[in-house]
């Protein structure tokens, strides 16, 4: 159902009432998600520079106290309806599900959240300088993981429910009672210059494939990448004290820091930058794929645009994609 | 909602076991039991998170028998800051505890074969739960010859010196110790475990070796079996990493695509050639 | 403009050094980046050099990629880059004799829109004080000041800033004065590493660094450049620049002689604030 | 910084007195401390005293730290310019101090949350007067809400 971008804002100061209301504002310099009134969100099509991911994993996010001898889990998350989460976001969001949720153990932290949040997706009308969304096969336009898809025309949304719990939201306020649900699309096939590593070389293969202090001489190891990465998940426990009582909690780490697999003993898996950028680059594109069947990149470009010194990671891929098996 | 993974237990420290009697290497064994009474159901290479509050989180291999119930115990090496502030406990403070984590050995597959342990210095703490398992009475018949050959820096590092004799008492066992110089009153091996298992009456047509200790050892020692003829399918080892979350979410101990704390930490040196060396 | 003209003889004069050996490497710039951005490229090979590239969005200080290979070093040296490798030699971080310093006549850089960096409109140093080679640009007027700016030091300006911060530590990455081994945020006994990043973590990040390159700062602005949240924590250290400039009379990097402000004093140093003296010392 | 630490109850319950971290130079003013004490000169018991072996040991770091991690105040004091036991470390201790002073008021700081100065050993009043005017001056200013707040697991 193709909706006015007035009612869109109708429907979040709707959803305002009983939900947290996050969305993409412009602060001035930046553009980011964070708590928002309906009339500052923005809707139109420029992409914030970190992506939704903090309000599934958030950068510090409290799990437990500990205090006089006993522990004590952190409260369920009141849940926050989401706006303009994009098809690159979305897609990274799908990555995290299986990460966290998949195997013999769940997160619970991520589960809650991920079970109270309504997420509302917007699909991009024009790529954007350093996006690559078409070469990882994640369609600019559409996602079908979010409970509301709106497709942008410029004008105004075309609105689809993609869950019951979107279903729901929509029947509750008038205007966008009759909102049908979405289809689950296939993304445009691949372009010819897709990037994904084959699966014919060995990890260990790609160890060796190109000169890696080479091609990432010029990182400085600042870790922004994964900060501002939609499917950066690692993370680490850090301990906070005060008067007897502490807290854990489960911070953002990134595996280009130095200390991120530091043993006690001084013993380092991954001792150079290098090293540190391949298992970046690897774990996106062969890790991620071998254990979950998706790329962990979704092509949104903020690395791209956000490395303070242009490192390109579609350049990197590709020169290790040039190496025959 | 399912159980939370992260949540840690409250357990008890029962007692404490000074292992090591030299200055550069101080190594504990904390003797630990749940606070409500739970008991720890592990398998032989399975590791637990054991967390001080306001310190931290660290992974540590269950070093007892998984067949004693009652309790459980860690061995500890005085490292960081954490480890640290472990070794200043008393009997009965009070640590929190989750696990067990990771996969353990294959113990069905090897049962019938005779099994050699090469351990260097706290290597052997990993590799204890699983000696105590095959040398147990209920057990042992199903084994063949098991042989150890434990290696220590000097004399006073030989971690669970109390367990050696009576494991070397038990029918078709044997344990050899070394140490890496000659010192007074000495009555062992004396060298590296790589040059002395040349010298072991092993039967290699139907043997498992596993192996644990530093890099360095593993590395001399896998290069020795397999020129006498072991092939790396036969050859185990158990690996450390930064394993954060002990669950396979936190992404700091993967070596390619498997998780130590998940896939591993017992590898069979077959599975570990294929993987990339970043461990 | 003629930055094609000075790119020229960049490329020339890098090509000579590389292929008489004069230099191993030359920290330059190629072009390929998103939104027109020029990448910092180590050049090797004579052939190599026709990437080079001199542009108005050679943003990055390239003092970080100085160090580690062998032979010596040639630098494609913005007057802030310039002065960078200065204001490392004064530290003894590098000598001057393994690097060349190719200068170039600067009229400031500038964003993805095209509007001129703030760092570089406040610059007031646009030909680089010390060079091997200087590459001039007649149509470069010589600068004798930069844009004055007022700073609002209220605490609400501090702590908006600081909220907007990730604790990423790119501005740390991208400084060239912030080149210890080990960064005190990086410590983790005594613990100064954040626990939990908060305003707190923060508040010790930024006032440390800025202690840290108390009358070090080059004013290049990489620090604010690389910065992706859009922080504004650079005020803090112009304040702190231009107060030592005052005090003590020293800019970094200006003079391979000078001694640094933090690492020298005088009998006489000002006292201002201290407890029972607010001027001349004892 | 923690929920606890945002949360912590109102310092006004009790009656409060500020919370000052001085830091000492070993051979002048820790001993000008000593003396204040053996020649009973009164001062507010509002002092934590850290003994460092000179005020140019004193990274500025530890008194960012010691300002976030709730000091209420902050005082360093150490040999008079010229008497330094390790003959210059004062005179730099003195520039650092110049411009950290600079620096916090630059971010917003008041000016009298942190005081430095010089006593020497034989000034047991003067230390006791030092710490009078430090307290007076951090007392009025009330306790320290520096960096609370903001923290990042809000949502």
New interface residues.
């Given amino acids: 159902m193709a909706i006015s971008k007035d009612v869109m804002r109708g429907f979040l100061a709707h959803l305002s009432a009983g939900r ?1 209301l996050i969305g993409p504002v412009d ?4 553009i ?1 998600y964070r ?1 928002a009134s309906p009339n500052e969100i923005l809707m139109d099509d420029r992409v914030s ?2 992506s939704i991911k903090e ?1 599934y994993f ?7 106290t ?1 205090s006089e ?1 006993e ?1 004590q ?1 952190h409260d369920n ?1 009141a849940g ?1 309806a989401i706006f303009g989460g994009k098809p690159c976001d979305l897609e990274a969001l799908r990555v995290m599900k299986a ?2 949720t998949t ?7 991520f ?2 959240r991920f079970d109270a949040n309504l997420l509302i997706g917007v699909g991009c009308i024009a790529k954007k ?2 996006c690559f969304c078409d070469q990882v096969e994640v369609d600019m336009a559409f996602s079908d993981f979010c409970d509301i898809m709106l497709e942008d025309s410029g004008e105004g949304y075309n609105v689809e429910y993609l869950s019951e719990k979107g279903r729901q939201a929509l029947n509750e306020y008038p205007p966008t009672k009759d909102v049908a649900c979405g289809n689950t699309r296939k993304a445009d096939p691949p372009q010819a210059d897709a990037l994904a590593l084959s699966p014919a070389i ?3 293969g ?2 060796e494939a190109i000169d890696w202090a080479k091609s990432t ?2 990182c ?5 990448c994964s ?2 990465c939609p499917t950066c ?11 007897g ?7 953002w ?3 280009i ?1 130095p ?7 001084g ?1 380092n ?2 001792e150079s930058r290098a ?1 540190r950028y391949r ?1 970046r680059l ?2 996106k594109y ?3 794929p ?2 979950f069947g998706l790329t962990a990149c979704t092509g949104c ?1 903020r690395c ?3 490395c ?5 990671i579609r ?1 990197v891929v590709k020169q290790v994609m040039e190496v025959q098996p | ?2 159980t ?5 237990k ?1 357990a008890r420290i029962e007692k404490i076991i000074q292992e090591t009697f030299s200055p550069d290497l101080d190594v504990k064994t904390f003797r630990l039991k749940f606070e409500d009474g739970q008991l720890m159901d592990f398998l032989p290479g399975q590791f637990v998170e054991f967390s001080l ?6 992974p540590f291999g269950f070093a007892s028998s998984p067949l004693q119930k009652d309790y459980f115990e860690i061995t500890i090496k005085r ?5 640290e502030r472990i070794h200043t406990l008393d009997e009965g403070a ?1 640590v ?1 505890i989750r696990g067990p984590f990771g996969n353990t050995f294959p113990l069905e597959k090897m049962e019938g074969a005779n099994l050699l342990f090469i351990a260097g210095g706290l290597g052997l703490a990993p590799l204890r739960p699983f000696i105590q398992y095959v040398l147990d009475d209920s057990n042992r018949t199903k084994y063949g010859n098991v042989d150890m050959l434990l290696a220590a820096r000097t004399s006073g590092d030989h971690c669970f010196a109390y367990d050696l004799p009576v494991w070397n008492e038990i029918d078709r066992t044997s344990v050899r110790q070394t140490i890496d110089r000659d010192e007074p009153g000495w009555k062992g091996l004396l060298g590296f475990p790589h040059n002395l298992v040349r010298d072991m009456p092993l039967d290699f047509s139907n043997l498992y070796a596993v192996l644990c200790g530093p ?1 360095i050892m593993i590395k001399a020692v896998q290069a020795a079996l397999m020129e006498m003829g072991l092939p790396l399918n036969r050859l185990y080892t158990t690996l ?3 394993m ?2 002990g ?11 498997q998780y130590v704390c ?1 896939d591993g930490p017992v590898f069979c040196m077959e599975e570990l050639a ?6 | 403009m003629s930055f094609e003209k000075q790119r020229d003889e960049v490329a020339a004069l890098c090509k000579k050094l590389l292929a008489d050996g004069a230099v191993s490497r030359v920290v330059g710039f190629r072009e ?4 027109g ?6 050049f090797t090979d004579p052939a190599g050099v026709d990437m080079l590239t001199w542009n108005s969005r050679c ?2 200080n390239l003092n ?2 100085l160090t580690g290979g062998e032979g010596n070093t040639a630098i494609v040296a913005k007057p802030c880059d310039a002065r960078a490798v200065v204001a490392l030699i004064s530290e003894k971080q590098l000598r001057r004799e393994d690097i060349h310093i190719i200068g170039l006549v600067c009229d400031g850089m500038v964003d ?1 829109n095209g509007d001129p960096l703030p760092a570089c409109v406040e610059c007031s140093v646009n030909c680089p004080p010390v060079y091997d080679d200087l590459i001039d640009d007649p149509d470069v007027a010589e600068k004798t000041g930069g844009e004055q700016v007022s700073n609002d030091t209220s605490l609400e300006r501090f702590e908006a800033e600081i909220d ?1 911060c ?1 604790l ?3 501005c ?3 400084c060239y004065g912030c080149y210890c081994q080990t960064c005190f945020m ?1 410590r ?1 006994s005594p613990g100064w590493q ?5 305003r707190g973590d923060k508040m010790l990040y930024h006032a440390g660094r800025t202690m840290h390159l108390a009358g070090r700062c080059v004013e290049c602005g ?1 620090c604010e ?2 910065c ?3 922080v ?1 924590i650079r005020y803090l250290i112009r304040e702190v620049t231009n107060f030592v400039g005052e005090l003590y009379d020293y800019r970094a990097g200006m003079d391979l002689d000078a001694r640094p402000a933090m690492l020298s004093y005088a009998a006489g140093d000002r006292e201002v604030g201290f407890l029972g003296g607010d001027g001349d010392g004892h | ?5 945002a949360q912590d109850p109102a310092p006004h319950t009790r009656e409060w007195t500020p919370r000052i971290v001085a830091f000492l130079c070993n051979w002048c003013s820790y001993a000008g401390a000593d003396l204040a004490g053996t020649g009973r000169n009164q001062y507010p018991p509002s002092v934590r005293v850290i003994r460092v072996p000179c005020s140019g040991r004193i990274n500025p770091i530890y008194i960012i730290k010691a300002l976030v991690d709730g000091a209420d105040g902050v005082m360093v004091s150490g040999c008079h310019p010229g008497d330094c036991h390790y003959l210059a470390g004062n005179f730099y201790a003195r520039r650092r101090f110049t411009v950290l002073k600079r620096l916090l008021t630059t971010m917003g700081l008041s000016p009298d949350r942190v005081h430095f100065t010089w006593v020497s050993a034989s000034e047991g009043a003067r230390f006791a007067g030092v710490v009078r005017e430090v307290t007076e001056k951090v007392a009025a200013l009330g306790p320290s809400r520096i960096m609370k707040g903001g ?3 809000e ?1």
């Avoid at chain 1, 602060?27 to 930046?30: F, S």
């Avoid at chain 1, 400085?220 to 922004?224: D, E, H, M, N, V």
């Avoid at chain 2, 396979?248 to 695509?257: D, R």
């Fill in positions: 947290t602060t001035g310099k930046v980011e708590k520079y970190k309000f958030p950068q510090v996010e409290r799990m437990f500990f001898g522990v889990d998350p926050c990460v966290f195997g013999k153990f769940a997160d619970p932290f589960e809650r300088p350093g060995t990890e260990a790609f160890f001489e010029t400085q190891g600042c870790g922004l900060f501002i998940h690692c993370f680490d426990f850090r301990d906070s004290s005060e008067n009582t502490v807290h854990r909690y489960k911070c780490d990134s595996c820091y200390k991120f697999t530091l043993h006690a003993s013993h898996p991954r090293a298992q690897l774990h062969r890790y991620v071998d254990n470009g791209v645009r956000g303070p010194v242009g490192m390109d350049q | 909602m399912s939370n993974p992260y949540l840690p409250k509050p306001g310190v931290g989180e660290c490292t960081g800051k954490v480890t009070s929190w890099p450390e990493m930064r954060t979350c669950v396979g979410k936190c992404g700091k101990c993967n070596i390619g695509h998940v294929q993987m990339p060396g970043e461990y | 390929g980046g998103v939104e951005m020029s990448l910092p490229y180590i943003l990055p970080g990629y993805a907007k990730i990423c530590f790119s740390r990455q991208a990086d983790g954040p626990t939990v990043p908060g990489a450049n690389a992706a949240s859009g504004d | 910084m923690s929920q606890a630490k923290d990042m697991d949502l």
